[in-house]
Nanobody, 119 residues
């Protein structure tokens, strides 16, 4: 099971840190993907972190603003989001799977947490 937290309402330019905590399996063995879906839009891959990947964004617009990390002891992954823009508003999902950073490779999915960037 994966549970996301940390979403909410933030003003443009603000920051949020999303958490993704796993139970029943060891998150560090998997590729951890972060995805988002805005109303009326398709889901998109935000980025991943994994055993062989130190964490990188998959969307050009988040590079330099979003950082991926994980705490093995806490069995938790994090998505630090800085300089948030209204276009970042979406439901954010974390997922875990192997062997690659893609939705089709993910075996476990969280239920999502809503991020709303608005003044």
């Amino acid at each position: 099971q994966l549970v996301e937290s940390g979403g909410g309402l933030v003003q443009p330019g603000g920051s949020l840190r999303l958490s993704c905590t796993a139970s029943g399996f060891t998150l560090g063995y998997y590729v951890i993907g972060w995805f988002r879906q805005a109303p009326g839009k398709e889901r998109e891959e935000v980025g991943c972190i994994g055993p062989n990947d130190g964490g990188r964004g998959r969307i050009q617009s988040v590079k330099g603003r979003f950082t991926f990390s994980q705490d093995y002891a806490e069995n938790t992954a994090y998505l630090q989001m800085n300089s948030l823009e209204p276009e970042d508003s979406a439901v954010y999902y974390c997922a875990a799977g192997l062997p690659e950073c893609s939705a089709r490779a993910m075996d476990y999915w969280g239920k999502g947490t809503l991020v709303n960037v608005s003044s």
